[in-house]
Nanobody, 126 residues
């Protein structure tokens, strides 16, 4: 199972940007597909973006498409989420997720992932 540690959260004004990082370990060089989710109190965990191991496929939720960008550096075992034009409704705890899978596998639902980070808080003030 992949161990994940997120960083990069914080407080930013509306319209600002943040870049989240997710460092993976424990996969022993095996490929894994990755995703980002977010959650606010009282709501279910929401899909944000995902990318396959090869980096050739990505998928975004309609609420962040065009503003958020997922990327990865497999040599650094790191997946990123660049968040631009942030809105107050983007506030939440952001979780990195992973699942060992073939290089072209792309997942878009939480149930498909079996490794999760501890989460990092993102707060966007109006």
């Amino acid at each position: 199972q992949v161990h994940l540690v997120e960083s990069g959260g914080g407080t930013v004004q509306a319209g600002g940007s943040l870049k989240l990082s997710c460092v993976a370990s424990g996969h022993n060089g095996r490929s894994y597909t990755s995703g980002w989710f977010r959650q606010t109190p009282g709501k279910a965990r929401e899909f944000v973006a995902s990318m396959n191991w090869s980096g050739g496929s990505t998928y975004y939720s309609s609420t962040v498409k065009g503003r958020f960008f997922i990327s990865r550096d497999n040599l650094q075992n790191t997946v990123y989420l660049q968040m631009n034009s942030l809105k107050p409704e983007d506030t939440g705890v952001y979780y990195c997720a992973a699942a060992e899978a073939g290089p072209d596998i792309l997942l878009v639902t939480a149930s498909g992932f079996n490794s999760w980070g501890q989460g990092t808080q993102v707060t966007v003030s109006s």
